[in-house]
């Protein structure tokens, strides 16, 4: 298997669009409940700087459509050799189907062909109002329970010019806007995007520039500013922190955080406890995982570093 693309970067770069009006999206989860208030839809853009060790939607990390392979569902017909137009695919003399990565363009032509679904393709490039249609599927959900759009990733301000469009679009329908960043992003752009943002979900994974460095493939000033922006001029924010035993659950990055956050006047907090579930999405595109055998924290030391936030005037929520 290969590892994990490092990326390296600094300097945070856009995901280039067909147009401002079309976004590379790869997933759209109606009816969620943990991605801002009341019932909401959440929209997943493809395309990330970061290469955070602990991601649990890989597929969301690259620029290109890509093919997911679930070997378990696989039947072995040989319908996905037969169509794919690269030869991309073969079948060794067990059946088993065999992946030239090099040739293969992520045409879809074998996810089509599957009769087992033993292959999907993540990420079609859709336009604003494609998107809309789907997420105004549901205004009336968002209408009784104060709900909305959210959209997630990836990192959506890879496609910042996507995304200003589409919130600016429900806006216009006076929906309520989430916008889950990571902060990474070019400040002038942000500001502009957050014109047409309700909440921001804003990610904090570690405090040490260094340490968010060997852990995510970028140092962490710029994002530190953005949220500083963010918070002088307005905008309302809740910090999200992941708690990802022996990466950032110590009290030297506990207490940098509260040191950082309490003048900012930011002061609410959600713990994302770390979880397993996004293990099988490496093997199927083919990548290594940088948590492998990591456990997850038990809801006593959630309820302890919850604890220890409270104390200093955060409002802390623990996610599921």
């Not at 392979?69 to 690269?86: K, M, N, Q, S, T």
């Not at 963010?230 to 990802?244: F, K």
Request: hydrophobic share 35%; with cysteine.
């Amino acid at each position: 298997m290969s590892s994990l693309p490092q990326t390296g970067a600094q300097n945070p770069t856009r995901l280039p669009s067909r147009t401002a009006q079309a976004g590379l999206v790869f997933n759209i989860m109606r009816f969620s409940l943990h991605d801002g208030p009341g019932i909401r839809t959440t929209v997943f853009l493809k395309g990330c700087p970061l290469r955070c060790r602990w991601c649990h939607n890989p597929e969301s990390q690259s620029r290109e459509p890509e093919i997911l392979y679930f070997d378990e569902r696989c039947i072995h017909c040989g319908d996905c050799v037969l169509a794919c137009p690269h030869g991309a695919l073969d079948l060794d003399q067990d059946r088993q189907p065999i992946h030239h990565p090099e040739l293969c363009l992520r045409c879809g032509k074998c996810v089509e062909a599957c009769p087992s679904a033993a292959r999907q393709l993540a990420g079609r490039w859709m336009t604003v109002a494609e998107v809309l249609t789907e997420v105004l599927k549901d205004e009336v959900f968002y209408d009784e329970s104060g709900g909305g759009i959210t959209i997630s990733g990836g990192e959506p301000l890879q496609q910042a010019d996507f995304v200003e469009a589409l919130l600016a679009a429900c806006k216009a329908r006076r929906m309520h806007t989430v916008l889950d960043t990571s902060g990474f992003a070019d400040p002038g752009v942000l500001r502009r995007v957050s014109e047409h943002v309700d909440l921001f979900f804003y990610d904090l994974k570690l405090m040490n520039s260094e340490r968010h460095l060997r852990s995510t493939g970028v140092k962490n000033d710029l994002i530190l500013q953005n949220l500083k922006m963010l918070a002088e001029g307005g905008s309302a924010v809740t910090v999200r922190v992941p708690i990802l035993p022996g990466v950032n659950d110590d009290i030297e990055n506990l207490d940098a955080l509260s040191v950082y956050l309490s003048p900012l006047g930011v002061r609410d907090i959600d713990l994302l406890p770390y979880h397993e579930l996004g293990n099988g999405k490496y093997r199927r595109l083919n990548l290594s995982y940088g948590m492998e055998g990591a456990e997850p924290p038990t809801t006593a030391e959630l309820e302890t570093i919850a604890a220890r936030l409270r104390r200093d005037g955060f409002h802390v929520r623990i996610g599921d």
